[in-house]
DNA sequence: CTGTAATCGTTTAACGTTAAACTATCTTCG
DNA sequence: CGAAGATAGTTTAACGTTAAACGATTACAG
């Protein structure tokens, strides 16, 4: 199989599938920005209070390991998380260098409120597909995005 | 089946397949937008390019509707282009408002030996999956996309 | 013909994003 | 101890992105 001629064919086969995924993630992170919009949260900042309602504070460092994102990116989304209210940096006694993120009761309560109808929303859309399709999405997603 | 009671169990897998379609999402992007980087070029900025390259000339409000984006928006990505000498802005004599926007003799260069090696990328990432696990993929991304 | 709509593109403000330069702090090792 | 190097976070510059306000132009109603 390895040396098999891969003609237009193929290449086209390999294009649609590719559009259409990239169609389908727009549409959905659309749709689910919509609604952090409404609950008044960006999608990053929604990822930061998320991560510290489940993983607890965290030194901005390890946050941005955890969430992919540079350092200078998540100084800006922390800013503004604070600007709001829902987190408040602590600084480190012990090392000076580091700051810990945490969630203010104000944050807390707001990530309780949101993080529910956001899984919600989520959940919605994924149910057009059935137990067995959203496996073969998922497995056929993870062999792509590891290639 | 509409009035089954959708579990736990529902949602773990909605939520799982969720995530592997963003991961492989953003994995696919990075890496079509580090080959477009070495290129010289930014994602919206060959959007624009191959939207000239294979639908010709366009006026900026089209090109708007084509490529899904806010017209401030293509305002600085055109911007860019002009700057690189890319593209070129002519005015529209009948209706003044109007801008048509016309890839240069560099521009058409540049995007020609450009996409085919974007497209090359795309396809040899899409090759981990054979021609049934592409349209199954598609077929799914489809009906997911437009819930 | 004239003033009111509607349309096109730009600008601005706000947020996100990265890479790279920079500051402050800590660690290590001579 | 003290200098060199590593690490944490911020800042800056550049690009992308949207929504909203705005200026210029055209279309249309009276």
Redesign the pocket.
């Known amino acids: 199989m390895g040396t098999h001629f891969k003609g237009p064919e193929n290449e086209v086969r390999s294009l649609d599938a590719y559009i259409k995924l990239v169609r389908c993630t727009e549409s959905l992170a659309a749709s689910l920005e919509r609604g952090l919009k409404a609950a008044g ?5 929604f ?1 930061v209070l998320e991560a510290l309602y489940h993983l607890g504070s965290m ?6 390991e955890k ?15 604070e ?2 209210g829902l987190v408040r ?1 602590v600084r ?10 945490k969630l203010t009761d104000k944050g807390d309560q707001k990530i309780r409120e949101v993080f529910p109808a956001h899984k919600s929303a989520i959940v919605e859309k994924f149910n057009v597909l059935s137990d067995e399709e959203k496996q073969t999405l998922g497995a056929l997603c993870k062999r792509l995005g590891t290639a």
């Open positions: 949260l960006t999608v990053s900042q990822g030194h901005q460092n390890v946050l941005c969430l992919l994102k540079s350092g200078g990116n998540l100084t800006m989304v922390v800013d503004n998380l600007k709001n940096r480190d006694s012990r090392d000076r260098r580091r700051i810990l993120v």
